[in-house]
């Protein structure tokens, strides 16, 4: 049982590139999201969604687009890159939102924006 | 805004003695959940610990218990008998009842020394 998948786990990308990130869960979760890590900033929520063809924006929204076409994947796309992106990505899936529902989370994205 | 907040960028403890890591959180909600999630050097996320706000009764894990305190909003983590193992980044995190996103702390980086 794999989990939650996130492809790739390293890129550097040069500002005005663009990439996408693959997220892929095999839990039938109806629950994904996308989260940035940053030095002192903890985990902040970009974006989100309930449910195939569903998306929502987070705390930190801007420069990035979603789309969850499948359940099992949801895709976080930078469409021109900027050094302010620089970051670990987590993806994390969830069966429902309550809380015992508890998040899995995937081994991350390092992304270096130059 | 729901804010969750961890004063402590940094701790140190001797193995086999006993630590304790503090978070603050602020909400006008009454029914949440909060969390501790351990990030070892590996980036996987790890949930360590849950509480559930209408329960009084503080939430233990084997080593890992916690002092929730609903009135002050305080939320901190102890380890007992410190295990080279619990050496990692842990967050704290909040999340309404009722919402699906998980909010955050900064985390506090833990060192266990031999």
């Known amino acids: 049982n794999a989990g939650v998948t996130q492809t790739p786990k390293f890129r550097v990308l040069k500002t005005g590139q663009s990439m996408t990130l693959l997220c892929a869960q095999d839990?039938?979760?109806?629950?994904m999201y996308w989260y940035r890590q940053d030095p002192g900033m903890g985990l902040r929520l970009i974006h989100y969604?309930?449910?195939?063809?569903?998306?929502a924006k987070g705390e930190v929204p801007d420069g990035y687009n979603v789309s969850r076409l499948k359940k099992q994947n949801f895709l976080l796309g930078l469409e021109s890159a900027a050094p302010s992106q620089t970051s670990v990505y987590f993806c994390?899936?969830?069966?429902?939102?309550?809380?015992?529902?508890?998040?899995?989370f995937g081994n991350g994205t390092r992304l270096t924006v130059t | 805004a729901q804010t969750v907040t961890q004063s402590q960028p940094e701790m140190s403890v001797q193995e086999a003695e006993t630590v304790t890591l503090s978070c603050t959180y602020d909400t006008s909600e009454s029914d949440y959940y909060l969390f501790w999630y351990k990030q070892p050097p590996s980036r996987q996320m790890i949930l360590v610990i849950r509480q559930e706000a209408y329960k009084q009764q503080n939430a233990t894990e084997n080593r890992f218990s916690v002092n929730f305190q609903k009135a002050a909003k305080s939320f901190s983590l102890k380890i007992s008998d410190s295990q080279l193992g619990d050496a990692a980044m842990y967050f704290c995190?909040?999340?309404?009842?009722?919402?699906?996103?998980?909010?955050f702390g900064e985390g506090t980086q833990l060192t266990v020394n031999p």
């Open positions: 839990m039938n979760h109806e629950y």
């Open positions: 969604s309930v449910g195939e063809g569903t998306t």
């Open positions: 995190a909040y999340k309404v009842t009722s919402g699906s996103r998980l909010t």
């Open positions: 994390a899936s969830s069966r429902g939102q309550s809380p015992g529902s508890p998040l899995h």
